[in-house]
């Protein structure tokens, strides 16, 4: 019989890891944030779409002469998706990007009189709308328990030990959702947006100044050989 990784002793020592993990992020990352800029809900999932094989500089570049042009729900439901497409070309695959925000303003408008829903059922059913970025928005504008398994989040969780061989985002943030106390989820994954982007660099990995270096899986073998 194949042991599942939700055996209890291995369990409960993936739990124990996770808040060692939790409290040493916190400490050197205490300001936890969305790196992508916004002022309202909306503005959030139009950015995250955006996002999409795309960096979030470049977003943040972007977003201020789309909000200039279309400052609401209803003025970017009413624009065209060609409209829309002129400006965000930048970001990259412009043209299923215009589409999904016209659709999702569209259906937001329509249906929720210009209001974002704070439930994650509702928020799947708009256009464009995956598991990252309805966390993304439950955690960051709604405050409810949220896991964003980005990149980042997916490869860092790999290499610490948290998950195991784990890649498809469902599945990583299934696992962590065992792991993770519901409060602390949303603020960990910005953690580990800043810590990957800053410390554990894809394919250049800075394990000797790394804080996690002596709970991590990768940097205790690195250091062993």
Known sequence: MVKKETDGPELEQKKKLALEVIRRLKKEYPDAHCTLAYEDAWQLLVSVRLAAQCTDKRVDMITPKLFAKFPSVAALAAAEPAEIEEIVRPCGLGPSKARDISGCMRMLHEQYHDRVPDTMGELLKLPGVGRKSAN???????????????????????????????REPAKVERELWKIIPPEEGSDLCHRFVNHGRAVCVARHPKCGICCLKDICRYGSTEAAQ
């Open 136 to 166: 993304l928005v439950m955690g960051d504008v709604f405050g409810k328990p949220a896991i964003v398994t980005d990149t980042h989040c997916i490869r860092l969780c790999n290499l610490i030990g948290l998950v195991d061989n784990i």
